[in-house]
């Protein structure tokens, strides 16, 4: 049978919307799995929910004049008293230290330590909150970034579970307010959701066998290093920051690790509980991303095949009536199966898209705009992939990633 180009682009076709059932079913799957913070419910005759605990928050700041004091303000005031708050200025050069010099001394519980020049074979962050790591007399800690802050019962919550988990990683509420903010940001909530299996976060898979999972464990994984927390005995067993000294994707190395060594790690979202805004303009979303976009992949190969996934199952639909018209004489009947097929494509991928934006409360307007952000993606892989052969560093905040 003669392979026609309107016969190949239906089964093209026929593969992008199977894969978009796929992670549409994915997608309700995770909205059990990947729950919103629970509230603390103060029961003094369970002793699980021992709110006394004290606990160690981490944050390493680097030139983070901007967004201290809303960070500082959220955790003076928590409900919950018992907290020690470890603040590391990385050698920033604008206000920072003037924010830390006020709060250390307006309240007692805010520590400032001063960063030491980095070792050559350690990042920037990851030096810092092990130096910070150094400091931690609890059996509790959270590092969180320093544009993250938190409403005022978050750390009551963080307590409770960390007596149900070794470890925890919160996927913050973002605020978005400029256009590429809006979107662009969403588009990981978007991989989140629907990609990542986070049933397999706490099992093994029923379809996998033992001695193959054993292999492949920490690749049920996955992590967002603004906000995570531990017991610190886990903290220290796998190592710490130490062990993942000169990862740049060092949130989803310390998830592997705990995998690795049978720990146990919640995963939730922070609506309404912990927020955050990652960037606030279109540079700083370019040069954000494009720090650690690379890197969270295990190699080149694997970057690659899953960009030519992409421009398989968004962008060819969106392109076909194009390549249709201009190249492909096709018949009434195929015409229509091709249309249909693209616009059941095009339903799933911005329904899903829509629904996250309604759980988060982004934008609904930019649901529709979403083909666009898998081509911005797309461009930046780009980008990054030239700078790989061409031996050009990523920076970040002055320094080399």
Sequence with gaps: MEITLSLLLIMLLSVALLFHLGTTLNYLRNRKHISCIPQPEKDTNNPNK???TDLSVCIPCRNEEHNLRKTLNSLVNQTKKNIFILVLNDQSTDGTQLILDEYSTKYSHIRVIQGKEKPEDWLGKNWACHQLSEQVTT??????????????NALDSITNLLHSYDALTVWPHQ?????????????????????????????????????????????????NGQFMAFNMATYCRIG??????????????????????NHSMGMFHGK?????????NAKEVWDGFGKN????FPNMLTFISLGLLHLHVFILPVMIPFIIYGFGPATFYERIIIYVLISLIVLLFTLQRLSIDRLFDWKLSYSFLHIFSVIWFQALAIRLIWNKLSGRKVKWKGRPV
């Design 50 to 52: 021992n709110y006394s």
């Design 139 to 152: 059996k509790l800690m959270v590092f969180q970034d320093a544009d993250v802050w938190l409403s005022s």
């Design 175 to 223: 605020k978005l307010y400029s256009f590429f903010e809006r979107l662009i940001v969403p588009s990981v909530y978007y991989s989140l959701f629907t990609l990542f299996p986070a049933a397999y976060l706490h099992r093994k898979p029923r379809w996998l066998p033992s001695f193959l999972y054993l292999r492949v464990k920490e690749l049920f994984t996955a992590a």
């Design 240 to 261: 710490g920051h130490y062990a993942v000294r000169d990862e740049v994707v060092e949130d989803m190395a310390l998830a592997r690790l705990i995998k690795k060594s």
């Design 272 to 280: 309404n509980t912990i927020f955050c805004r990652m960037y606030r």
């Design 293 to 296: 976009f690379l890197q969270g």
